[in-house]
């Protein structure tokens, strides 16, 4: 298996056909405050633009996740069935995968329901805190897995982005390492909750 260096290294030679590094966003269960944070990078964003293509993310209109992707950002913990499904078809189309925030990284808020059960956490949402239609849902929703996780506990994360979100300064850094093909060095540069 390839290490975080050699892959990197490869994303001088991207398969996107016009020379550009492929990124990819993915929202698991977390609040989107690591894609504010993204955003945050403001201007910069065209200076990745330069050489990135954003491929894949909530903020743009792209259904089904590209065959291969060289760098994928991860947000947020698996929760779910579905959270569960995707992050094992994101890891298997990605190069470099990046765990993006404290949810991805450790499970943080969504990890606060584990100490309880599933069923304890359905009722106390739909049905004890519910004024109307007092049901617990089953469709629509995908099945809540018994713990909340962080993305490394269950597929290889080459990347890992700590902060509650990570700052913007953090984030354009790890991109703009990534795709000049360089690993980066987040020694200083972040830390869990900020």
Request: hydrophobic letters at 40%.
């Amino acid at each position: 298996m390839e290490n975080l260096a050699e892959k990197s290294a490869g994303l001088n030679i991207s398969q996107a056909g016009n020379g550009k590094v492929k990124l990819a966003t993915v929202w698991l269960d977390g609040c989107s405050g690591c894609h504010m944070s993204f955003l945050d990078i403001d201007e910069r964003i065209l200076v990745l633009a330069q050489k990135a293509d954003l491929v894949y993310s909530p903020l743009v209109d792209v259904k089904e996740f590209p065959e291969m992707v060289d760098v994928t950002l991860i947000e947020g913990a698996v929760s779910s069935e579905g959270d569960l499904e995707k992050i094992k078809h994101v890891r298997e189309h990605t190069r470099i995968l990046v765990s993006l925030g404290d949810c991805a990284v450790t499970a943080n808020v969504p990890g606060m329901r584990n100490p309880f059960t599933v069923q304890s956490v359905m009722d106390r949402a739909y049905i004890e805190n519910a004024q109307r239609n007092r049901q617990i849902p089953d469709q629509v929703i995908p099945a809540l897995l018994p713990k909340s996780v962080p993305v490394h506990e269950i597929v290889p994360v080459d990347v890992f982005v700590p902060g509650c979100p990570p700052h913007r300064d953090a984030i354009y850094y790890v991109l703009s390492e990534l795709v000049e093909g360089r690993t980066p060095d987040l020694a200083g540069k972040t830390r869990f909750g900020k």
